[in-house]
C-alpha cells in the first residue's frame, strides 16, 4: 500500500507543477482566481529570471481562468526585420533574449521554427512567447518578404492595426469561452474523482474494490475531455496540428494535466494583439488604465540600449546590432506609438492624465523622479537605478521640507 502512497504524492506534485505558468518576462499574464474578476501581472508572481516568468494559477475548483500575451518580439521595417524591440511592459527592465541583430528580407533564405524559437538560414533569430506567437512571427516576415516592397509600410501598419481589433479579440473570447464551458465540468469532476474520490477510498481501505470504477470513471472524462479540447484547438488554433497532439498525448498520460485542460486551451488565445487591447477587453476601467499608463511611459521613455563596454563588442556584428536597434527605435517611433495613443484615446482616457508626473507629497525628500516607472529620487538629477532612463525634476509649489528646515538653520 506505501507504494501508492508515493504515487499519490508525486501525482499531488505533478499537477501543482502543471498550476505553475511559464511565460516570456516581456510578455504579460491575465487572469482570475475565481473566474470573475480579471487582472494582470507583469513578470511572474513567483518568480521571475532575466528571461522567464513564473505565475502561479488557482489550484482548487472553481478553477480561474489564464492567458498568455506574449510581448512583441521583433521589429519590422522596409528592407528588414530586428530581432528585438525595446518595448516591454515588465516594470524593470529586461535585456534581449538573443545578441540584437537584423537580417535584411534578401538575407533570409530559410525559416524554421524550433519549438518556439525562429530561426533564420540555420541560427536562432528570434525567442518567441510560444510556439503559437513564432508561428505567427513567421508567417508575417514571410509576407512581408514575399509582398512587393513598395507596399511593405502599408503592410506592416495594418498588421500593426489588427493587433488592436477589439472585435476579432472578443470574437476569440466566445469561442474559446464556449468550449471552457464544457471543458470545465469536466476538469472539477476529475479533481474530485482524483484528489478527494481516491483519497476516501484509500482510507476507508476500499481501494482494492473501487478501482475500477474510479479508473473507468477518469476514463470516461478523459475521453470526453479530449473530445472537446481537440475540437476547441483545431477551431482555435488550426495551424498547430504537431502541438494538439503533443498537448491531447501528454493529457491521455497525466490526469493532473487533464484538470488543466481549460488553461492548455485558453493559454496561447490572444497572441498577435497588444497586451493593452486585451486589458481593454478583460480588465476593469481602473486597472485597464493603469496598464494604459504603463504601455505608454514604456513607449514614450524606452529602457536606453546598454552601453557597449568590452572590445569584443566591436566586431562586425556591431553594425548589425546597431541597425537592429535603429529598426526598433524607429518602429517603437513610427508605427507602434500613434496606434497605442490612439486607441488609449479612443476608449476615453487622456494622454496627459496617464503621463502625470507622480505627486510630490507622498515623499517630502523627493527632488526627481523617474518618467517611465515613477519611482521618486532624492538626487535632482541622474537615471533611475532599475530603468537607466534620465530623471525628471519634481516640480513643486513650496520648497521641500528638507530644504525648508536647512535655510532656517542658515538664518
Ligand atoms: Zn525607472
Known amino acids: 500500500m506505501d507504494d501508492i502512497r508515493t504515487l499519490y504524492y508525486v501525482l499531488i506534485v505533478v499537477y501543482l507543477v502543471e498550476c505553475v505558468v511559464r511565460f516570456r518576462a516581456t510578455g504579460l499574464i491575465f487572469a482570475t482566481r475565481l473566474g470573475r474578476r480579471w487582472f494582470h501581472r507583469t513578470g ?72 518556439s524559437t525562429l530561426r533564420f538560414n540555420g541560427s536562432d533569430f528570434i525567442v518567441a512567447g510560444s510556439e503559437a506567437s513564432a508561428l505567427q512571427i513567421r508567417d508575417e516576415i514571410m509576407a512581408l ?34 468550449y471552457a464551458r464544457w471543458l470545465r465540468p469536466l476538469a472539477i469532476a476529475d479533481f474530485v474523482l482524483i484528489f478527494i474520490g481516491l483519497p476516501l477510498a484509500y482510507y476507508y481501505q476500499e481501494l482494492g474494490r473501487l478501482w475500477p470504477y474510479l479508473l473507468g470513471g477518469h476514463l470516461a472524462l478523459l475521453a470526453l475531455n479530449i473530445a472537446i479540447f481537440r475540437a476547441g484547438h483545431v477551431r482555435l488554433f488550426p495551424e498547430l496540428r504537431f502541438e494538439r497532439y503533443q498537448q491531447i498525448a501528454a493529457m491521455a498520460l497525466s490526469p493532473p494535466l487533464l484538470i488543466r485542460s481549460v488553461d492548455l486551451l485558453g493559454r496561447d488565445l490572444f497572441v498577435g494583439f497588444h497586451p493593452l487591447m486585451i ?37 562586425p556584428d556591431e553594425s548589425k546590432a546597431a541597425a537592429a536597434q535603429k529598426t526598433a527605435d524607429r518602429y517603437r517611433k513610427n508605427a507602434l506609438l500613434p496606434e497605442v495613443e490612439s486607441f488609449i484615446i479612443a476608449s476615453g482616457l487622456k494622454l496627459e492624465s496617464l503621463l502625470a508626473p507622480p505627486d510630490p507629497r507622498e515623499d ?9 516607472c515613477v519611482a521618486l529620487y532624492t538626487i535632482p ?21 528638507a530644504e525648508l528646515a536647512g535655510s532656517t538653520t542658515l538664518l
Open 44 to 115: 511572474g508572481e513567483l518568480y521571475t529570471t532575466r528571461s522567464t516568468a513564473f505565475f502561479a494559477g488557482n489550484p482548487f475548483p472553481p478553477f480561474g481562468g489564464i492567458f498568455v500575451v506574449p510581448g512583441l518580439a521583433f521589429a519590422a521595417d522596409k528592407s528588414g526585420v530586428a530581432n528585438h524591440l525595446d518595448h516591454t511592459l515588465n516594470r524593470r527592465s529586461r535585456p534581449p533574449l538573443l545578441p540584437l541583430d537584423y537580417k535584411t528580407y534578401s538575407e533570409i533564405e530559410s525559416y524554421e521554427l524550433r519549438s
Open 145 to 178: 518578404q514575399s509582398g512587393p516592397p513598395a507596399k511593405r509600410e502599408k503592410q506592416i501598419r495594418a498588421k500593426l492595426r489588427s493587433a488592436f481589433d477589439l472585435e476579432a479579440a472578443r470574437s476569440r473570447w466566445n469561442k474559446f469561452r464556449g
Open 279 to 315: 486589458g481593454r477587453l478583460l480588465l476593469a476601467f481602473e486597472a485597464y488604465s493603469a496598464l494604459a499608463a504603463q504601455a505608454l511611459r514604456d513607449l514614450r521613455h524606452p529602457i536606453p540600449p546598454r552601453p557597449r563596454h568590452s572590445a569584443s563588442d566591436l566586431d
Open 364 to 372: 517630502d525628500t523627493a527632488r526627481s523622479y523617474c518618467p517611465r
Open 381 to 401: 538629477d541622474g537615471r533611475c537605478a532599475d530603468c537607466g532612463v534620465a530623471l525628471c525634476r519634481v516640480a513643486r509649489s513650496s520648497p521641500p521640507a
